[in-house]
């Protein structure tokens, strides 16, 4: 909540109208609208207030500092997702300080929760408050992805209509129980464990999905010629064991082509001593655009083959692609052209997940697309982990890549 109302003091200050809505105590969501004239429908700006944690002991400055340190802003969220949050902020204010005439209302949607999912967020936004989406046509967020050689050169800018489903699973394991001066066999400890040593074993079958194909094949352009028949044409080119000997050596680029499994938790007895007699992990398992989770539960219960162990979902939705083909797309283009010559547009499959998802649903156009564009040693990282930064440089420049993309498509011709 304190997030949401640090966007709404400056929304007040402003004369933004705005709206801050708590789907829970301490949960604050805020929705902000520059409203246009009602010829074109409204461009909506997404981002989440929330962050992941983080332990202190291996951070070399606070983490919720912002200082600035080395030309890079050092804090938790500077790239997931802050940083964003800020250059959709200053889209709004640099707009409405200008008067900028506008055809399209501009939405800005902070939500509480995406970290854990969403269903405090934008699932509850989306479900409680539909008005105030306007009919919107498109949607950005964060995801996307550029290429930038370390020499500066940008070769490619992402727009990613499309990301892997998420299939939160939590695998239940049931045994006997008793005092562990005596070790038993079949305990649920010793199942769940054979249970996740299957999956880890077992390798998801590689499969080359409409979207994945179209994101290579935007791609190949950047490769060299031999690398660029190849994945121009993958779904054939996997038939070749070396080229799939290749894919399988890049985690990033395996993980867009098959379905994937990490054990993230595991819990069992309160006790050392104590024999427990059910123990549980949590596994977080992406889907590939199209996959159904029915299937896949069906397919890793046969894996682990053991009638003593389940498998629930605990969160799971279907993935659903967003066109290419719009005059958002035809905008970003132009500009690119211009700030970037030689580089192009390229449509990444996100192996994440993004609130996307929810929006699609009601029929808007999402994209993540981020406008911070530098070369690997000066736009930052830690995503999720420690020191977490962001270049200034790549950051103030992408607050102006940012209005160089969508005041053409907001304002009134």
Same mark, same amino acid.
């Given at each position: 909540?304190?997030?949401?109302?640090?966007?709404?003091?400056?929304?007040?200050?402003?004369?933004?109208?705005?709206?801050?809505?708590?789907?829970?105590?301490?949960?604050?969501?805020?929705?902000?609208?520059?409203?246009?004239?009602?010829?074109?429908?409204?461009?909506?700006?997404?981002?989440?207030?929330?962050?992941?944690?983080?332990?202190?002991?291996?951070?070399?400055?606070?983490?919720?500092?912002?200082?600035?340190?080395?030309?890079?802003?050092?804090?938790?969220?500077?790239?997931?997702?802050?940083?964003?949050?800020?250059?959709?902020?200053?889209?709004?204010?640099?707009?409405?300080?200008?008067?900028?005439?506008?055809?399209?209302?501009?939405?800005?949607?902070?939500?509480?929760?995406?970290?854990?999912?969403?269903?405090?967020?934008?699932?509850?936004?989306?479900?409680?408050?539909?008005?105030?989406?306007?009919?919107?046509?498109?949607?950005?967020?964060?995801?996307?992805?550029?290429?930038?050689?370390?020499?500066?050169?940008?070769?490619?800018?992402?727009?990613?209509?499309?990301?892997?489903?998420?299939?939160?699973?939590?695998?239940?394991?049931?045994?006997?129980?008793?005092?562990?001066?005596?070790?038993?066999?079949?305990?649920?400890?010793?199942?769940?464990?054979?249970?996740?040593?299957?999956?880890?074993?077992?390798?998801?079958?590689?499969?080359?999905?409409?979207?994945?194909?179209?994101?290579?094949?935007?791609?190949?352009?950047?490769?060299?010629?031999?690398?660029?028949?190849?994945?121009?044409?993958?779904?054939?080119?996997?038939?070749?064991?070396?080229?799939?000997?290749?894919?399988?050596?890049?985690?990033?680029?395996?993980?867009?082509?098959?379905?994937?499994?990490?054990?993230?938790?595991?819990?069992?007895? #309160?006790? /050392?001593?104590?024999?427990?007699?059910?123990? &549980?992990?949590? +596994?977080?398992? *992406?889907?590939? @655009? =199209?996959?159904? !989770?029915?299937?896949?539960?069906?397919?890793?219960?046969?894996?682990?083959?053991?009638?003593?162990?389940?498998?629930?979902?605990?969160?799971?939705?279907?993935?659903?692609? #967003?066109? /290419?083909?719009?005059?958002?797309?035809?905008? &970003?283009?132009? +500009?690119?052209? *211009?700030?970037? @010559? =030689?580089?192009? !547009?390229?449509?990444?499959?996100?192996?994440?997940?993004?609130?996307?998802?929810?929006?699609?649903?009601?029929?808007?156009?999402?994209?993540?697309?981020?406008?911070?564009?530098?070369?690997?040693?000066?736009?930052?990282?830690?995503?999720?982990?420690?020191?977490?930064?962001?270049?200034?440089?790549?950051?103030?420049?992408?607050?102006?890549?940012?209005?160089?993309?969508?005041?053409?498509?907001?304002?009134?011709?």
């Amino acid at each position: 909540i304190s997030a949401a109302r640090f966007f709404g003091e400056i929304f007040a200050r402003e004369g933004i109208e705005y709206r801050i809505l708590e789907s829970a105590p301490g949960r604050g969501n805020i929705w902000a609208r520059l409203r246009g004239d009602g010829s074109g429908r409204p461009v909506i700006l997404l981002n989440h207030l929330d962050v992941v944690p983080h332990d202190a002991r291996f951070w070399s400055l606070p983490a919720f500092g912002g200082e600035l340190r080395d030309g890079f802003i050092v804090g938790r969220g500077a790239l997931d997702m802050k940083s964003l949050a800020i250059a959709q902020l200053m889209l709004m204010l640099n707009l409405r300080r200008e008067r900028i005439p506008l055809a399209r209302d501009l939405i800005f949607i902070g939500t509480a929760d995406e970290e854990a999912g969403g269903r405090l967020g934008a699932e509850w936004l989306v479900a409680t408050h539909p008005e105030l989406l306007g009919g919107a046509e498109y949607l950005l967020t964060e995801g996307g992805g550029n290429i930038v050689d370390d020499d500066g050169r940008v070769r490619a800018v992402g727009l990613s209509p499309v990301e892997k489903a998420p299939a939160w699973l939590r695998v239940t394991a049931v045994g006997s129980a008793g005092h562990s001066s005596v070790p038993r066999p079949d305990s649920a400890v010793n199942r769940l464990l054979r249970a996740l040593n299957r999956l880890q074993g077992w390798t998801p079958p590689l499969k080359v999905t409409p979207a994945v194909e179209r994101y290579f094949r935007s791609l190949a352009p950047l490769l060299p010629p031999a690398d660029a028949t190849r994945y121009n044409a993958i779904s054939h080119s996997i038939a070749d064991p070396e080229f799939r000997e290749h894919l399988n050596s890049d985690p990033a680029t395996s993980a867009l082509l098959r379905n994937t499994i990490a054990i993230t938790r595991l819990e069992a007895s #309160s006790k /050392i001593n104590v024999i427990s007699p059910q123990a &549980l992990a949590e +596994v977080d398992t *992406r889907l590939l @655009p =199209g996959e159904k !989770i029915e299937d896949w539960v069906r397919e890793l219960t046969r894996v682990i083959d053991d009638d003593q162990v389940t498998i629930t979902p605990l969160l799971a939705f279907a993935s659903v692609d #967003s066109p /290419i083909g719009t005059s958002l797309r035809e905008g &970003l283009g132009r +500009v690119v052209r *211009r700030r970037y @010559p =030689g580089a192009v !547009i390229i449509y990444p499959v996100l192996a994440g997940f993004t609130d996307s998802h929810y929006f699609r649903r009601n029929g808007i156009h999402c994209y993540g697309f981020s406008p911070f564009v530098a070369p690997p040693d000066r736009l930052g990282d830690g995503y999720h982990g420690n020191d977490e930064r962001i270049g200034m440089t790549a950051f103030t420049s992408g607050v102006r890549f940012y209005r160089e993309v969508l005041e053409p498509l907001l304002r009134r011709r």
